[in-house]
């Protein structure tokens, strides 16, 4: 039996019925067409689903779509201000944190996460913040690159 | 897989008497554990019974005279970013920091690692060296288990039927105390552990020597283990290198591991030694007042291959 779901993606209000089995991920994909956010291994061990929850990172396969009513869902989608990419995801393009490409919209979440808590994170800390999102083309060099690149740009707008 | 109902609990009471009236029910907090269960067949609720939405749930609270209370819902993300949690109980922040990646900790929930009771749940050996106590609610009222007896087998605890874990009390800590945390597995995230030891440890007045001392071994046992006969070894006593070296060499005889894709069984008995040692010897120094920064501490509790 479907049952009504309420919640914000990527700054706009939706109302739908689901499933109560489907995940946030299966939801975001198959009912609105966000397929910028990716399934690989969906038991919460690659990080391809990686999506902002209330400001935090989770992997949206392991969240039911239930269970996100009354939350602000980012995925890869919301990003861009207008026509303009959002600084990680133009340092990724810059820096070459892409190859293959279908890591990089959970990386890029999981970059944007991480300078949302922690502006000016240092090599190790990007490094633990992308632990949980696998990728098998780049070496994760260009990928920590990137982030660390996008912090420095963001602090120079800001300032 | 089958297709589950779902319900939402506002109250405690609520979810029991849901629980109470409807049998089938699994139960979803941060739901990490039971979405894989239920993908891959292996649990087939009737209907999952979603407790995120009870207010408090989620409550972490600490003071000098009655210690750590974590709600149920309390986040892994919270044990690890907590300052009181990583002053005074630091084995369960480091365990926090080793566990799973970013995504999962920000999702998975300290009483759900608790109830999942694997044997190499990354927060147990913190937990119980910290002498965790398991608050319960159910028909009957309310509970109180000690987490030695609350997990009884890999995935068996000592909830009864529409009982529900709501929070877990650790005693303040001593003083003079210092804890590790150490997890060695073959991934340095998004792993579980090949073993996993905590230790804490607090000085006596007189210098060098054990007041009180538990040493939790993970994954080499059915359900998480004290190695009480190490312990045994160093209450009382002064705690030098050898006999340190002892208590290592005694937690190891409390191992009963078995094989399996992470380590041998001979792997894992072997490892214990080296993993009590280095543990007793960084929480020996963390209770003589060696300030070990956060960031260190979280370096040592991890000790992977890649």
């Not at chain 1, 391809?48 to 009354?70: E, F, P």
Request: glycine share 8%.
């Amino acid at each position: 039996m479907t049952h009504p779901l309420s919640l914000t993606i990527n700054g706009e209000s939706y109302t739908l019925l689901v499933e109560p089995y489907c995940s946030l991920l299966d939801m975001l994909r198959d009912e609105l067409q966000l397929t910028g956010t990716k399934k690989g291994c969906d038991e919460g061990d690659c990080g391809a689903c990686t999506v902002l929850m209330n400001g935090k990172t989770v992997t949206s396969c392991m969240v039911l779509a239930l269970d996100a009513r009354d939350k602000e869902i980012t995925t890869v989608e919301g990003l861009r201000q207008g026509n303009t990419l959002h600084p990680v995801q133009a340092a990724f393009v810059q820096y070459g944190g892409v190859q293959c490409g279908f890591c990089t919209p959970g990386l890029i979440m999981s970059g944007v996460g991480l300078l949302l808590e922690n502006p000016r994170p240092t090599e190790e800390e990007v490094r633990f913040a992308i632990g949980g999102n696998l990728c098998r083309c780049t070496g994760y060099a260009k990928v920590v690159q990137a982030i660390l690149k996008a912090a420095e740009t963001m602090q120079a707008q800001a300032s | 897989m089958n297709r589950f109902e779902y319900r939402e609990a506002q109250t405690v009471q609520e979810a029991v008497e849901m629980m109470r009236q409807e049998e089938g029910a699994r139960i979803v907090a941060g739901a990490t554990d039971v979405l894989i269960r239920w993908r891959q067949g292996a649990w087939k609720p009737r209907y999952v019974l979603n407790i995120k939405r009870i207010k408090g749930l989620d409550e972490v609270s600490y003071s000098p005279d009655s210690g750590l209370s974590l709600g149920t819902l309390a986040t892994i993300r919270t044990l690890e970013r907590h300052p009181h949690i990583q002053e005074h109980y630091p084995a369960l922040a480091q365990a926090a920091t080793a566990f799973a990646g970013v995504q999962i900790r920000n999702l998975a929930t300290v009483g759900g690692n608790v109830c999942n009771a694997s044997p190499a749940g990354d927060t147990l050996p913190a937990l119980l060296a910290y002498g965790a106590e398991c608050r319960i609610a159910g028909p009957e009222g309310e509970r109180l288990v000690p987490l030695e007896q609350f997990c009884l087998g890999p995935g068996q605890t000592a909830l009864q039927p529409a009982e529900l874990l709501v929070a877990l009390r650790l005693p303040p800590p001593p003083p003079r105390a210092g804890a590790l945390y150490i997890k060695h597995s073959p991934r340095s995230t998004m792993d579980i552990a090949t073993v996993g030891v905590a230790s804490v440890i607090s000085l006596a007045a007189q210098p060098g020597v054990c007041q009180e001392v538990k040493i939790a071994l993970g994954a080499v046992a059915p359900t998480v283990v004290r190695a009480t006969a190490a312990e045994a070894l160093l209450r009382g006593q002064s705690v030098d290198t050898e006999r340190l070296q002892q208590a290592a060499q005694a937690a190891a005889q409390t191992a009963n591991p078995i094989d399996d894709i992470r380590g041998t069984a001979a792997h894992r008995r072997a490892v214990v030694a080296p993993l009590v040692q280095r543990t007793l010897h960084y929480a020996v120094q963390m209770a003589q007042g060696s300030r070990l920064p956060f960031q260190m501490q979280r370096g040592l509790a991890v000790e992977a291959v890649f």
